[in-house]
């Protein structure tokens, strides 16, 4: 447990709470034996709840990793009018720089903690939200390698590895959604329940911080957009390989029909095999085929199929 004290306010910050951090805090505070009960363990749910002498909040922060599948970081708030407790189950560099920061620099902690627990709240929100949208530049960037690289993928057939691409960029758009969609109605709430806690002079900071919200909400349906346009064009361009592939592989089982019917007739075994026997029979029978062969080219390319 990790205590920052401040003019207006006190910040404790719990790491993995333990029972003896949360006893403390209970007995402190007079916490309510549910929220206790939260707070021994992370949860898959958003919510937020109005104590009278405090707010319960719970946010997830998504995180661009392939290899984690999770909801992304959570971080638990417990809001009150001199103090804030936070609860953090694993390990989030964004959060922690910005509690070191509040902790070592004098100029910051003055700045975060000078104005009360609303806009400690209001500052530590925006710096997640930044990190949020990092997380989001980096999705960005993947898509556009993915967009730029699509059609070179296809010219030099490295299908397997575009289509795993897409589908391990599909796959994190729908856990940033599974993170971020429910969190809506609980930012929109927070600016009603925000503003009968903190006063209406608070109030511009709960609209921007549902701003911010909505800015991500957008920028996640924009990537989601591309990659389902990505994704159609890289289906409709192995689809087009694919006919094209089966087209030539027609064509060459066309082009191989007379050689081997020609090949087939004169290697019958019958008595009166017309040319065979002949001085030249063998260079006849070669050209009867160059000659199939060039016709069904013609042919081909009179149906423009070539």
């Not at 790491?15 to 505070?29: A, F, G, H, N």
């Amino acid at each position: 447990m990790q205590t920052i004290r401040g003019e207006k306010v006190t910040w404790i910050n719990l790491d993995k709470p333990s029972k003896d951090d949360l006893e403390t805090i209970k007995q402190r505070y007079n916490l309510h034996p549910l929220v206790i009960e939260e707070l021994s363990r992370s949860t898959f749910r958003a919510r937020l709840e109005d104590y009278g002498d405090f707010l319960y909040l719970i946010l997830h922060f998504p995180v661009y990793d392939l290899r984690d599948s999770t909801l992304g970081k959570e971080v638990d708030f417990i809001i009150g009018k001199d103090f804030l407790i936070t609860a953090q189950y694993r390990k989030f560099p964004k959060f922690e720089a910005f509690l070191k920061n509040c902790t070592e620099d004098k100029v910051l902690r003055e700045k975060y903690l000078s104005r009360g627990t609303a806009f400690l709240l209001y500052y530590l929100l925006l710096d997640l939200f930044d990190f949020v949208f990092s997380e989001l530049d980096k999705m960005d960037k993947k898509i556009t390698h993915v967009s730029v690289n699509i059609f070179k993928e296809h010219h030099s057939r490295k299908h397997g590895d575009l289509v795993r691409e897409l589908s391990m960029l599909r796959r994190e758009i729908i856990d940033f959604k599974r993170a971020i969609r429910p969190q809506e109605h609980i930012f929109m709430s927070f600016q009603t329940q925000g503003e009968e806690f903190f006063g209406t002079e608070f109030q511009p900071y709960l609209r921007n911080l549902f701003g911010m919200y909505m800015k991500v909400e957008n920028t996640l349906e924009n990537h989601k957009e591309v990659v389902d346009a990505l994704h159609h064009t890289n289906t409709s361009l192995l689809s087009t390989r694919t006919t094209e592939i089966t087209k030539n592989l027609t064509i060459m089982a066309f082009i191989t029909f007379p050689l081997t019917l020609l090949a087939n007739i004169f290697g019958m075994n019958t008595e009166n095999n017309p040319i065979i026997g002949s001085p030249y029979d063998f260079w006849i029978i070669v050209a009867m085929m160059v000659a199939g062969i060039i016709s069904m080219f013609e042919f081909f390319r009179y149906k423009k199929w070539l």
